[in-house]
């Protein structure tokens, strides 16, 4: 049982570069998260997903997209990256949305120059 | 989400109970209290969460005030692993970290 994994570990990318991040667990969660972490602060939420098929907006969506085609699996895009977006991405999944802990990835570690 | 507000950081002493408050006084009616820690650049762990009773479990207590407005978390017994950042969170299932409390256990 992997729990969540996330897909790669490090990246450096130059701007206007695009890419994507991989998100992937294997508990069988409904709900899946992406969030940011910037240097000396706390996750804020991007996207997030109520189940296969479905997307939302968080805190802080602009410059990002997403997509679940698969319950297991969450993907995070970045079309053209800027240095802005630098940063640690962590994904997070939960069995429901009220009741249950959220189970984190070990983190992207993104730099954009 | 309800805003909080945590001590910035916090000294505790390896073997003895940690106590770390957390001030949520906007929540409503239905918003969860729940505490997560990051140790070093990990991905966040779930400690516990409650809405209006106190609740335990085998990391760790966490007592509610009866307005709901201020919570505890409690850390019984202390170990040098428990250093970490705690965050507090009044809210739902989006949840919204602050900057949380810098915890660090000394010998």
């Known amino acids: 049982n992997a729990g969540v994994t996330q897909t790669p570990k490090f990246r450096v990318l130059k701007t206007g570069q695009s890419m994507t991040l991989l998100c992937a667990q294997d508990m069988n969660h409904e709900y899946m998260y992406w969030y940011r972490q910037d240097p000396g602060m706390g996750l804020r939420l991007i996207h997030y997903?109520?189940?296969?098929?479905?997307?939302a907006k968080g805190e802080v969506p602009d410059g990002y997209n997403v997509s679940r085609l698969k319950k297991q699996n969450f993907l995070l895009g970045l079309e053209s990256a800027a240095p802005s977006q630098t940063s640690v991405y962590f994904c997070?999944?939960?069995?429901?949305?009220?009741?249950?802990?959220?189970?984190f990835g070990p983190g992207t570690r993104l730099t954009v120059t | 989400d309800a805003k909080t507000t945590q001590p910035t950081s916090m000294d505790c002493a390896e073997g003895r109970a940690a106590n770390l408050p957390c001030n949520h006084s906007?929540?409503?009616?239905?918003?969860?209290v729940y505490w997560y820690r990051q140790i070093h650049s990990q991905g966040p762990q779930y400690i516990i969460h409650g809405l209006k009773n106190n609740e335990t479990n085998e990391m760790a207590s966490l007592i509610i005030t009866e307005d709901r407005k201020s919570s505890t978390l409690i850390l019984p017994h202390a170990t040098l692993r428990d250093t970490a950042v705690y965050y507090c969170?009044?809210?739902?299932?989006?949840?919204?970290f602050g900057a949380g409390t810098t915890v660090t256990v000394r010998a």
């Open positions: 969170i009044a809210g739902d299932y989006k949840l919204s």
């Open positions: 906007t929540i409503s009616g239905n918003e969860y």
């Open positions: 997070a999944s939960s069995w429901d949305k009220i009741s249950y802990e959220q189970y």
């Open positions: 997903s109520v189940g296969e098929g479905t997307t």
